[in-house]
Nanobody, 120 residues
Framework: QGQLDESGGGLVQAGSSLRLSCAAS????????MAWYRQAPGKEREIVAS?????????YATYSVKHRFTIIRYNAKNTLYLQMDSLEPEDTAMYYC????????????WGPGTQVTVSS
């Protein structure tokens, strides 16, 4: 399995923007549908957005995320991004990237994640 390294999180005020990055190694993200996930304190990890291997199909988990976040993949750099605009306190969570769950597995080891904290 490949490795992932997320970065770009931080402490920001509501209404701010952040751009998260996910650098992969050991496997090419171009072979997989990829996704961003997040886990808030006391909650289960949930999917935020997904993008097909070619970038042609994109899905967002909620209406709110769909109109504020943009998932981007740059296969040539083996990197996945999440542009987050108009951040809300409810977006506070640890953010992770990985492949979509398929055939009973994720195709990369989970990285350390990057913390996003949004103050009101």
């Amino acid at each position: 399995q490949g490795q992932l390294d997320e970065s770009g999180g931080g402490l920001v005020q509501a209404g701010s923007s952040l751009r998260l990055s996910c650098a992969a190694s050991g496997r090419n993200i171009s072979d997989y549908n990829m996704a961003w996930y997040r886990q808030a304190p006391g909650k289960e990890r949930e999917i935020v957005a997904s993008i097909s291997w070619s970038g042609a199909k994109i899905n967002y988990a909620t209406y709110s995320v769909k109109h504020r976040f943009t998932i981007i993949r740059y296969n040539a750099k083996n990197t996945l991004y999440l542009q987050m605009d108009s951040l809300e306190p409810e977006d506070t969570a640890m953010y992770y990237c990985n492949s979509e769950y398929h055939n009973g597995q994720y195709y990369f080891y989970w990285g350390p994640g990057t913390q996003v904290t949004v103050s009101s």
